[in-house]
């Protein structure tokens, strides 16, 4: 039975588990949402494979003369699978400093800051993960939704850069996003965090913006009952320094419109995507599990035990399925600069 992270975290008996998967549910809308089909175990090998029928077309009806058949016609599904992957990370603290941490809380305060990375990884690869490019990743979105009915604006860039062309294009933006909406039936869209501010700018020109809280008490912001998650930045690490990257992508520069005197297009820059998702383990967008697992799992450092360092670790087994290609779909070309 498909389950939330919410659900799961009723059923806890441990507390730390518990206090760790409400971090999760804290920082990510997304995970709010999300339900999780936690139905897969090995098959006689290694590998970790949730099997699933996605449908592609419905079924169709005509009409008929008397004494005539009906031309016969099937919905079209494809036999598709998903790999579930690995990830997560590890801290280490030795005992001096947890024996010396007073008031300060350093394992606390390095367990949220693992739990805050795995978020923004689960986050980035849920859009642009690809299993071909990177056999430890899930295949994201952005993958799923190439060359579907369900991708929408490739022909054309829509200008939101200034408030002047915002003003300009409100009417056409708004019928772009009322048909992603609509066509794919979505719960939320997906967007970064600059898209998201040009949303609810245009939200509130033609008065469509509503406000509510969920269940922490932060700020839900909708139109038309869709609510707006901003995924927010993924954040790599070199050299000592680190750099924040959009999940949505932002500022991309792509060849847009149609083909004209052999030339693919115009170049256009400053460019985002805005994604849609319903939220169904049946006939939508849903995350997929380990049998009987609460898909988070911790390993907190056991100080009472011999050996100056120990290690921490925050862990999650999961991948992202789509089973309907009509319940998610992208709006393409947005230039928000």
């Not at 498909?2 to 009723?10: D, Q």
């Not at 048909?179 to 719960?187: G, K, M, S």
């Not at 005197?261 to 599990?289: C, M, P, Q, R, W």
């Amino acid at each position: 039975m498909a389950m939330t992270l919410a659900e799961m975290k009723v059923g806890m008996h441990d507390k730390v588990a518990q206090q760790v998967v409400d971090i999760f549910l804290r920082e990510s809308e997304v995970l709010q949402m999300l339900p999780f089909d936690n139905t897969v175990s090995p098959q006689g090998g290694s590998t970790l494979t949730y099997s699933y029928i996605q449908k592609k077309l419905p079924a169709t009806a005509d009409f008929r003369e008397l004494n005539s058949e009906y031309a016969a016609s099937q919905a079209t599904v494809e036999k598709k699978s998903a790999e579930l992957k690995i990830f997560g990370g590890k801290f280490s603290m030795d005992r001096v400093l947890k024996q010396a941490e007073g008031k300060y809380n350093n394992m606390a305060f390095q367990m949220r800051e693992k739990i805050l990375a795995a978020i923004s990884l689960f986050h980035y690869t849920l859009i642009n993960g690809d299993a071909a490019t990177s056999t430890k990743e899930f295949d994201g979105l952005d993958k799923m939704l190439a060359g579907t009915a369900t991708e929408f604006g490739t022909d054309k860039a829509l200008d939101v850069s200034t408030a002047a062309s915002l003003k300009a294009n409100a009417d056409e933006f708004y019928e772009a996003l009322q048909n992603l909406i609509r066509t794919t039936e979505c719960d939320a869209l997906l967007m970064n965090t600059s898209t998201i501010s040009k949303v609810q700018t245009l939200a509130r020109i033609l008065g469509y913006k509503t406000e509510s809280e969920e269940a922490f008490g932060k700020k839900v912001v909708a139109m038309d009952g869709v609510r707006f998650m901003d995924l927010g930045n993924h954040y790599t690490v070199a050299n000592g320094a680190a750099t924040a990257n959009p999940v949505v992508k932002a500022g991309v520069s792509r060849m847009v419109g149609p083909v004209e005197e052999g030339k693919a297009g115009t170049a256009t820059t400053g460019l985002s995507d805005i994604y849609a998702v319903k939220f169904d383990a049946n006939d939508g967008f849903h995350g997929a599990s380990l049998a009987g697992s609460n898909v988070i799992s911790q390993y907190v450092p056991d100080f009472t035990k011999p050996g100056a360092v120990k290690d921490g670790e925050v862990e999650m087994v999961a991948a992202t399925v789509l089973k309907n290609t009509r319940h998610a779909g992208v709006l393409r070309n947005i230039k928000i600069a």
